[in-house]
């Protein structure tokens, strides 16, 4: 056996130009190839794989036949391709065989059909002339109906528009729209350069447009003739004919004019017979209330026949609201759409009319207010006559009150300028006035009663009776709802008449009286109208007013209570010589020689203080019974004891420094007499006695 050979080491390492001397062998080469064979290689490894599923052996033998059998099949493989393309190839005869016999059909086929139409041009020819002449006569057609459904009213929509025997109903405004929206399109036609057509269609809708309207214009006052006034409910067909007849202003405002007449007149008739329970043709309505019978008085006879007024204009606003607001804007625009197609607007100066726009609440406040001037002239009468008859001051001021009230309410009901407004106006002017007249006339009945001045020097009657009387006016002013921004301004008018003359009469009644009973009157009289106008904020004013008039003659009682202490204590003298001086050392001097301060004078003096102290509170006291506060005479007569107390230690306080410098004087002299051994009393018991 043959050993295999070793590793070559590096020494016995053929040297690379030994090997390339060497001559290739068949071994080497097939080691080369096997070598440089790249078993990475797709192609390689899918033969690898098919040669493991034929299952082949790595034999001598195999690896021999290896070759001749892929040989054999690749060859097999062919034959079968070949016969497959000669199958192919009989299959592509049939076919050209087909086409053949197809060609020759065609070829038939189209010389029979060219022989055809060669006879049969002349009629297709013609079919197309008759189908494009029926086009054309269906579109005129078509034109046509659309112009007549357009342009053109039919017999049955002119008589529903124009006869009068028609009814109007939804018909009727449909066929009036119609007519509108023709006339409005023809205006397109005139555009065109022939306008004949477009002229004589306008023609022709315009004249039944007019005959509509007059027809619609009837139709509402026969409905209007018709319609339940006591409850004027407008039914929705009405409404919808008044929307429309809005369009033109003329026919509408005749229609308006014509409800209020009607309206004015019911409204009249009916407050006549709520007032008399009887129509004013004479006859006797049982289910009513006579407002003259029922009333027992004239403010209440005033107040039921306004509380009607209102209630009346209330159900009259309320009825009519649904025609006016609800459908207020299509009324707006028909009536500018009719004033714009108004001759005599358009040949107006731009904008005479800007202003002139329909307001749906001013015009339902304004037929409001026309329906009720029948009833507002009845209303005038009757309140006329109550207040030119009537003699009470209160109840004038009453009735003008009331007179306020309502005024303000129809203020806010209609509106400020409205003619039932104005009326109230001009009544509750007659009712102030004559509450002025009375007032005057009453002061000038009791123009004697200014000079009799009570004994008592309590308020006099006429100013007592004056006050009462104010109070009730007041009372009715404060319950009455008053819209004034100053209710104060609002009523001193009031105040000027009622109660100025009666105060300035109280004043004038003083001029007779001496001090302190011309004060005590007065401060009597002002602290009464004080109490009677302090219980009502819109007098406020005044009340200060009168308390700044009373603090005055406070002021004057103080002063007269201080005089009276001065004058009766004896120390008048006294007090009015040594006020004016100071504790200084030439004052001090002045002292001894005043005449009042010497021995017999001063003693008087001091006896007079004495026999006066005892009872000087209650003589004081005494002088002012008459005021009836008798708080306020309490707190007068001790603020003059104060005073009087003040002056009083001044007087000992000088006094006293005049005896400290006579002392100091004639300190060794056997003749030096006390001032205040003669004058003994203290500032201490004068308090205690006048407190």
């Known amino acids: 056996m043959t050993s295999t050979p070793g590793p070559l080491s590096p020494q016995s390492a053929p040297t690379p130009s030994s090997l390339a001397a060497k001559t290739p062998t068949p071994l080497s080469s097939k080691v080369t190839t096997v070598i440089s064979s790249s078993y990475a290689d797709t192609e390689f490894r899918e033969s690898l794989t098919l040669l493991d599923e034929r299952g082949i052996l790595n034999t001598a033998e195999t690896r021999r036949q290896l070759r001749l059998d892929l040989q054999k099949e690749v060859i097999d493989s062919n034959g079968e391709i070949i016969d497959e393309f000669a199958k192919v190839a009989e299959q592509l005869r049939r076919i050209g065989t087909t086409i053949g016999r197809l060609n ?65 109903d939804d018909l009727f405004f449909a066929t009036l729209s119609k007519a509108k ?23 022709q809708t315009s004249k039944n447009l007019n005959l509509g309207f007059q027809k619609l214009y009837k139709w509402v006052q026969r409905e209007f003739k018709t319609l339940n006034l006591e409850n004027p409910q407008i ?19 005749n229609c308006l004019d014509f409800f209020a007449e009607a309206r004015e007149q019911v409204l009249g008739n009916s407050f006549y017979t709520a007032l008399t329970g009887s129509s004013p043709s004479g006859v006797e309505d049982t289910t009513v209330k006579p407002i ?22 209330v159900g009259e606003r309320e009825a009519l609201e649904g025609l006016f607001v609800g459908g207020g804007d299509d009324i707006a625009k028909g009536i500018q759409a009719g004033r ?28 409001v207010d026309r329906d009720m001037s029948g009833a507002a002239r009845i209303l005038r009468q009757r309140v006329e006559q109550v207040i030119q008859t009537n003699e009470e001051t209160i109840l004038a001021y009453k009735l003008a009150n009331l007179l306020g009230f309502y005024k303000s309410t129809f203020s ?81 008018p009031v105040l000027t008449e009622a109660f100025d003359p009666f105060m300035s009469g109280s004043a004038n009644m003083v ?74 050392k030439e004052d001090v001097e002045k002292v001894s020689s005043l005449e009042v301060v010497q021995p017999m004078a001063l003693e008087q003096a001091s006896q007079m203080l004495d026999d006066f102290l005892p009872s000087a509170l209650m003589d004081a006291m005494e002088r002012l019974k008459n005021l009836q506060d008798s708080g306020l005479a309490q707190a007068i007569t001790e603020e003059a004891a104060e005073k009087f107390c003040v002056d009083f230690e001044h007087v000992e306080e000088m006094l006293m420094l005049a005896d400290e410098m006579a002392e100091q004087q004639q300190r060794e002299s056997d003749d030096f007499q006390s001032l205040r051994a003669i004058f003994p ?6 308090r205690v006695l006048l407190s």
């Open 235 to 253: 039914s929705s067909s009405i409404r919808r004919a008044l929307r429309v007849l809005a369009e033109r202003p003329s026919l509408f405002q």
């Open 340 to 367: 714009e197609n108004e001759v005599w607007r358009l040949a107006a100066e731009d904008g005479e009319y800007a202003d002139d726009e329909f307001d749906a609440v001013r015009t339902l406040n304004e037929l």
């Open 681 to 686: 009393r203290t500032s201490g018991e004068i």
């Open 511 to 584: 001029e007779t009286l001496r001090s302190p009973s011309n004060s005590i009157f007065l401060t009597n009289c002002l602290m009464l109208a004080r109490s009677s106008l302090s219980r009502f904020d819109f007098t406020q004013r005044r009340v200060a007013q009168l308390q700044a008039q009373i603090e005055q003659e406070r002021a004057r009682l103080v002063k007269s209570q201080y005089e009276f202490l001065r004058s009766e204590s004896g120390l008048d003298g006294l007090i009015t010589w040594l006020k004016p001086l100071g504790g200084s």
């Open 292 to 313: 003259e019978l029922v009333a027992h008085d004239c403010l209440r006879y005033v107040g039921d026949m306004l509380a009607w007024t209102h209630s009346a204009a």
């Open 412 to 492: 806010k009901l209609l509106s400020p300028d409205s003619s039932l407004v104005e009326l109230l106006g001009i009544l509750e002017s007659e009712a102030l006035r004559q509450f002025r007249s009375l007032t005057r006339d009453h002061v000038a009945a009791i123009q004697g009663d200014f000079h009799q001045t009570p004994v008592d020097l309590r308020p006099p009657e006429f100013l007592a009776d004056a006050l009462e009387q104010l109070e009730a006016i007041m009372k009715t002013y404060e319950t009455s709802f008053t819209s004034s921004g100053d209710p104060e301004e609002e009523f001193e």
């Open 181 to 203: 929206k023709i006339n409005k399109d023809c205006e397109i036609l005139l555009g065109f350069e022939s306008q004949t057509l477009g002229l004589e269609i306008m023609e």
């Open 104 to 168: 020759e059909t065609f070829s038939e086929m189209k010389t029979q059909i060219g022989v055809a139409h060669t006879a049969t041009s002349s009629a297709l020819t013609e079919a197309s002339q008759l189908m494009a002449q029926r086009r054309q006569i269906e579109q005129k057609q078509t034109l046509l109906s659309a112009f007549n459904a357009n342009f053109v009213l039919s017999e049955d929509d002119t008589a529903a528009l124009t006869l009068s025997s028609e009814p109007v």
